[in-house]
């Protein structure tokens, strides 16, 4: 359990932490162990004994087993009783992270322990392979995103929603030359449910960037806790239970949407700097005793470490999120992306 103080939000952000990880996984190795669930609940049991639970908010993202899923939902029911007498004092920001691409990379058992947790977070930031999983809606096209953001809200009942890394043709664009200049492009949809539970869609469009980074969907969780906060402070909306805007809000004008215009613009501004930084770095890739030919960076390196292998680390590396070298970028992005309303 680790506690981040946040004096811009005017309130203490919970972030549980599940693995203790030498590096991200982005690497293919590593060393370090998945936090047990039973380490995690004697964390919170200690927070609470010494009176440290009064959290504004919550984030959570990967959880290692069934049993670390079950875990959070209990610290979070704890955090929301304790905020009973002031409905909008606590909100859960919860991140499914089951997988991606196609490609489950946790125990199957996890799946239904998330759809269980999902019930009881107030915005969830799936995937869209993970949107999938949990709204057993097929996703092919944005109207499919759209029908599994409608089954979210209605099945499950949560509050808000945002369906990260959409790369789907649309069948709704008949012409052929619309679809490829769409290929290029990377979209997120979000919305807001009603009273009634009735989705208001809305999505952002962002140039698609030709590089993996690790991390990208950590940094868009973080980010979005401190926007969406700040909007829905804009709108006087804290003090209400989910945060949640008056129906005749339209989707664009969504706490929601203006949160996730100022992340996407963040977020693509320390990217390209983060692709620019990489450049530089592997240009110097092996000028100097290193990872490539030995010395410092290639201790305890094995006659098995073939150049392709120090090569593809010292890449992921160089490709390394320059986040707190950027941090401006993130107080104050530039006004790239708007909201669009979706009628699908």
């Keep these: 359990m680790a506690t981040f103080v946040m004096q811009s939000l005017g309130c203490d952000v919970a972030a549980i932490n599940t693995v203790q990880f030498s590096n991200h996984t982005g690497y293919r190795q590593f060393k370090g162990r998945r936090t047990p669930a039973e380490e995690i609940t004697e964390l919170y049991d200690g927070l609470r004994q010494s009176y440290l639970t009064d959290f504004g908010m919550m984030l959570s993202g990967y959880a290692p087993s069934a049993a670390v899923v079950h875990a959070i939902g209990l610290i979070a029911r704890d955090l929301r009783y304790r905020s009973t007498v002031k409905p909008g004092n606590f909100f859960w920001v919860l991140d499914p992270v089951m997988g991606d691409q196609g490609r489950l990379y946790v125990a199957e058992d996890i799946v239904p322990a998330f759809k269980q947790l999902i019930r009881e977070a107030d915005l969830i930031l799936p995937n869209q392979f993970e ?115 008056d129906d005749d809000v339209e989707a664009v004008d969504l706490p929601l949407a203006r949160a996730t215009e100022k992340v996407l613009s963040s977020m693509q501004m320390v990217l390209e700097k983060t692709i620019t930084a990489r450049d530089e770095e592997m240009s110097k890739f092996g000028l100097s005793p290193g990872a490539s030919v030995g010395g410092v960076e290639g201790l305890g390196a094995t006659d098995s470490d073939s150049e392709d292998k120090r090569t593809y680390l010292a890449q992921t590396k160089a490709a390394e999120v320059r986040v707190v070298r950027n941090a401006k970028d993130l107080v104050y992005p530039e006004e790239r992306y708007k909201a669009v309303a979706m009628e699908v």
């Design 131 to 245: 949107a999938e999983l949990l709204s057993g809606v097929s996703i092919s096209t944005l109207t499919g995103v759209a029908n599994a953001v409608r089954t979210l809200h209605k099945t499950y009942g949560t509050n808000h929603v945002v369906v990260t890394s959409v790369t789907v043709g649309d069948a709704a664009v008949a012409d052929e030359d619309a679809k490829t200049q769409k290929q290029g492009v990377l979209t997120v949809v979000g919305s807001s449910k009603r009273r009634d539970g009735s989705a208001r869609l809305f999505k952002v469009e962002v140039p698609k960037l030709d590089v993996f980074f690790s991390g990208t969907g950590d940094m868009f969780a973080a980010l979005m806790v401190g926007r969406l906060r700040e909007a829905c402070a804009q709108m006087d909306l804290l003090d209400r239970a989910g945060w949640m805007p």
